[in-house]
């Protein structure tokens, strides 16, 4: 079991899986275009506009998803000073970043004709563009503290504070009276969305996450050679 | 039904608009990731080379320089 956690054997696997996820990535994309733009039923209320949110909640769950990742990662790491999870916490990031972008852009996009504005000032959309912030502190971080050994303690403390704000996007809609929308998919009650409109969203998530474990893949290489590097420097 | 599409009842700017710049996103991350990991990959070749023959033998020894030379793939 432990032989597959040498990093020789780590980036065997890693440096051949991208070609792979890529191939599927666009596949599983191809399909859901198809859904989102052709197949799926207008809205009643909202007729062809309700189409962005096939790209608007998938970002906005994957982004979230990868920033509760890498705080996890990031905690776990500094208590077993597991340096490897700090590698993989910033090899994600980029990708939660771009994803966190998509959501805030789409989402002004969809409010312009819903809305009758593109940007409002309400507690979710406020608390995503702090996600957005908590992302591009974290990477800074990484670009200002690389070589020094406070790289691990600050990044972990910027997740942890980022992480607070991920229950208030959560919940900003029930909490408050925000114009955004509550949320239309529970896992533990009914959903109130039709499956002729799920079936898209659920492609289209898949097709997300499939593209941030692309760019997940190839970060982490990249990361791998870049430590290797400077281990040759030292040889 | 091409017009349908691309007009979407006067909601066609909005909806294509967005998937562009989520797809033109995609594109733009991919190509900075993939320019990056060229990057370092040619710089491990070229440090690599520069290296004593004593001192590439030990290094091409390591099981992880091994597989980051035998990885031909750009991606």
């Given at each position: 079991m432990f032989k597959y956690l040498e990093p020789g054997k780590i980036f065997s696997i890693t440096s051949k899986a991208p070609k792979y996820v890529l191939f599927l990535f666009i596949i599983i994309l191809s399909i859901g275009l198809t859904e989102a733009l052709v197949l799926s039923p207008e809205d009643y209320k909202q007729s062809h506009s309700v189409r962005i949110m096939y790209v608007h909640v998938p970002a906005a769950w994957i982004s979230l998803g990868i920033f509760s990742s890498m705080t996890l990662l990031s905690v776990i790491g500094y208590i077993f000073k597991i340096k490897n999870f700090f590698l993989i916490s910033k090899s994600l990031a980029p990708s939660g970043l771009v994803f966190n972008i998509i959501a805030l852009v789409t989402g002004s996009i969809w409010g312009k004709?819903?809305?009758?504005?593109?940007?409002?000032?309400?507690a979710r959309i406020t608390s995503m563009l702090i996600l957005s912030l908590f992302f591009v502190m974290y990477l800074v971080a990484w670009r200002i503290y690389?070589?020094?050994?406070k790289i691990f303690k600050v990044t972990t403390i910027i997740t942890i504070l980022g992480i607070i704000n991920v229950p208030i996007i959560k919940y900003s809609v029930d909490w408050w009276n925000t114009l955004h929308q509550p949320a239309s998919i529970n896992i533990l009650s009914k959903s109130s969305i039709h499956t002729s409109m799920l079936f898209p969203l659920i492609i289209m998530t898949a097709a997300f996450a499939l593209f941030s474990l692309l760019i997940f893949l190839m970060k982490y290489n990249t990361e791998l050679i870049k430590i290797k590097n400077k281990g040759l420097d030292r040889l | 039904m091409i017009n349908e599409l691309l007009f979407m009842n006067g909601y066609g700017l909005y909806v294509w608009s967005a998937f562009s710049f989520t797809l033109f996103s995609f594109l733009v991350l991919f190509l900075i990731t993939k320019i990056q990991y060229t990057k370092e990959k040619n710089k491990f070749v070229s440090k690599l080379g520069s290296l004593n023959s004593e001192r590439a033998a030990i290094a091409k020894s390591q099981s992880i320089n091994k597989a980051i030379l035998s990885n031909t793939s750009n991606i």
């Open positions: 004709p819903t809305w009758g504005t593109w940007w409002a000032w309400d690389e070589n020094n050994d | -």
